[in-house]
């Protein structure tokens, strides 16, 4: 069942946090909608510009049509992930995504409030909820590429300030994290002190922490000793995950790390099997192995479980 972000977080709030994963292709959609049925947790598909390049945009819409099918207890959004203006009004005028997200967080404060605005009533007008960004996230992803000098935390009292204006659902807020596998140095930790204060200066609004992938320590030392060479990586503390889903979080996006357990389980694969080149017995390793991991975020987040009750709750 396709539902809308604002219908999620208005269950998750101040209990859980529901996970938004980054899809590319068929297993991995596989991989989500099984590690989401395994941990009974709803779940955000985030489809990235990239995402929709990759391929063809109606291949992946497909893919996911195909996956609800195969899991019909499934209760997700379908998210754009960093759109553009435009990109944003073609998700909206497709009539397949429940939610968008509009970045303008590069521009100055008055041309993000115009431009999340007019995003905000296009969407609205359709029964669309929209995330939006304040202050900028570091790192590598995709479009996305933010030197670390000109990375921001958010104001508390601009957050206040641009919800109230541009009437969006939700607000990723830059506390600390960033996109990529190369998060942090030194010790590693979400900004909850920020994170407080925009929660008193906007209580019961959800908001969202981009950039949250762990990146498993263990799945880096895997790549490498197959081949790969992944220096320094870090990421966020799953454990910080729940503390701050308490302190208003009801959005964790979780993309890079689905990335390394792609490529740890295919570099392993073709080590161990030189003679092989058919790409789908590690495919199936792959879809299994994510599905894992899958369910092991939702338990941070505290998603799993919800699934039953979240399912009373939409029919009330």
Not at 199 to 225: C, T, W, Y
Request: hydrophobic share 40%; net charge negative.
């Amino acid at each position: 069942m396709i539902v809308t972000t604002a219908q999620l977080f208005k269950h998750a709030y101040g209990k859980y946090a529901v996970g938004a994963y980054n899809i590319n292709n068929a297993e991995q959609a596989m991989g989500l909608f099984q590690g989401c049925i395994d941990s009974q947790a709803p779940f955000i598909i985030q489809i990235s510009k990239g995402a929709r390049k990759y391929t063809d945009k109606r291949m992946l819409e497909a893919i996911i049509r195909s996956a609800a099918e195969i899991y019909p207890e499934a209760i997700f959004a379908v998210h754009l992930d960093h759109g553009d203006e435009q990109t944003c009004y073609d998700c909206i005028d497709s009539g397949f995504f429940s939610s968008v997200m509009i970045d303008a967080s590069h521009d100055p404060f008055e041309e993000n409030v115009a431009i999340t605005k007019r995003v905000v009533d296009r969407a609205h007008a359709k029964g669309l909820s929209v995330e939006a960004e304040l202050g900028m996230l570091g790192g590598v992803e995709e479009d996305i590429k933010v030197d670390e000098g000109n990375a921001c935390l958010t104001d508390p009292a601009e957050a206040e300030e641009f919800v109230k204006q541009t009437g969006c659902d939700s607000l990723a807020c830059a506390i600390g994290t960033s996109h990529g596998a190369f998060k942090f140095k030194g010790r590693q930790s979400l900004h909850f002190d920020v994170l407080e204060q925009i929660k008193s200066r906007l209580p019961q609004f959800p908001l969202v922490m981009h950039g949250s992938s762990s990146v498993p320590q263990d799945e880096v030392a895997r790549i490498n000793s197959a081949g790969g060479s992944i220096q320094d990586s870090m990421g966020v503390d799953p454990n910080e995950y729940l503390p701050a889903a308490k302190l208003g979080v009801t959005k964790v996006n979780i993309d890079t790390d689905g990335r390394l357990v792609w490529t740890r389980v295919h570099r392993e694969f073709f080590r161990d099997n030189p003679e092989q080149f058919d790409f789908r017995p590690p495919g199936k390793i792959f879809m299994a192995e994510y599905a894992k991991f899958i369910a092991s975020r939702n338990d941070f987040l505290g998603s799993s479980g919800q699934l039953e009750d979240l399912r009373k709750s939409l029919a009330s």
